[in-house]
């Protein structure tokens, strides 16, 4: 969806001044929301995009407002209302009121240091060839889905080359279709696709600049040669 999420390439918003030698938390409770978010993906009832979904569209007003793990714990609280895992009053009070949702999956402590260093493949056989070549130009498609998608904004309708072909991945827009499981689990090739600054941005671009997107084989159309 075209969210403020997407802010890539936007103006106003000032420049990026990365933070010299950043912790890894600058609170104690971020900790703990990295922890609970990951920990509530074991529950079975949302995939990562969907996760992702949630957070981006998140109020403009509250998004823009809050903090980079403020968004993490705002979309988690939106995903356990939706599936009625708590309700705003055990939100608000931090007791819980109600019984606790059957059939909900839980990752206890014995099970979190494997399952965190096995993760969860995100490629995919498919029976399909790629439709791209490394090294052939290629157009962003001029999409603006009303849901989840991985295609950035400011590279949609701009051309690129293929760089590198990653194999075939789970598709993010597909993927948050179907709210609740079974997910659908369909997959296409992804590749890194490189765009030239000045082909993005114009004159204004710095000298030199090139940007690289990873992108979906959906999210790409050919460039038919001149005749």
């Not at 969806?1 to 936007?10: A, I, K, Q």
């Not at 819980?96 to 969860?120: C, E, F, I, M, W």
């Not at 849901?147 to 598709?171: D, N």
């Not at 597909?174 to 997910?183: A, D, H, K, L, N």
Request: proline share 8%; hydrophobic share 40%; charged share 20%.
């Amino acid at each position: 969806m075209n969210g403020v999420h997407d802010m890539g390439g936007m103006q106003g918003f000032g420049p990026v001044r990365p933070e010299a030698n950043e912790p890894l938390f600058h609170a104690p409770w971020e900790r703990q929301a990295l922890a609970m978010t990951v920990a509530m993906g074991a529950c079975g009832q949302w995939n990562i995009d969907i996760s992702r979904s949630a957070r981006e569209s998140l109020p403009p007003a509250q998004y823009l407002g809050s903090s980079y793990y403020a968004i993490w714990v705002a979309g988690l609280e939106k995903l356990m209302l939706q599936r009625g895992m708590v309700n705003t009053t055990e939100l608000q009070t931090g007791q819980a009121d109600t019984p606790p949702l059957t059939g909900v999956r839980k990752l206890d402590a014995a099970q979190t240091a494997r399952a965190l260093a096995q993760g969860s493949a995100s490629t995919r056989a498919i029976d399909v060839p790629p439709r791209f070549a490394i090294g052939q130009r290629v157009r962003a498609r001029q999409i603006h889905p009303t849901s989840h998608t991985r295609l950035p904004r400011y590279v949609r309708g701009h051309t690129g080359t293929i760089e590198r072909i990653h194999g075939a991945h789970v598709f993010p827009d597909t993927r948050v279709s179907r709210p609740i499981p079974p997910f659908v689990d369909e997959a296409h090739w992804l590749y890194t696709v490189v765009f030239d600054g000045h082909d993005l941005w114009g004159s204004s671009a710095s000298a030199g600049l090139l940007v690289s997107v990873d992108a979906w084989e959906p999210y790409l159309k050919a460039i038919e040669a001149a005749p």
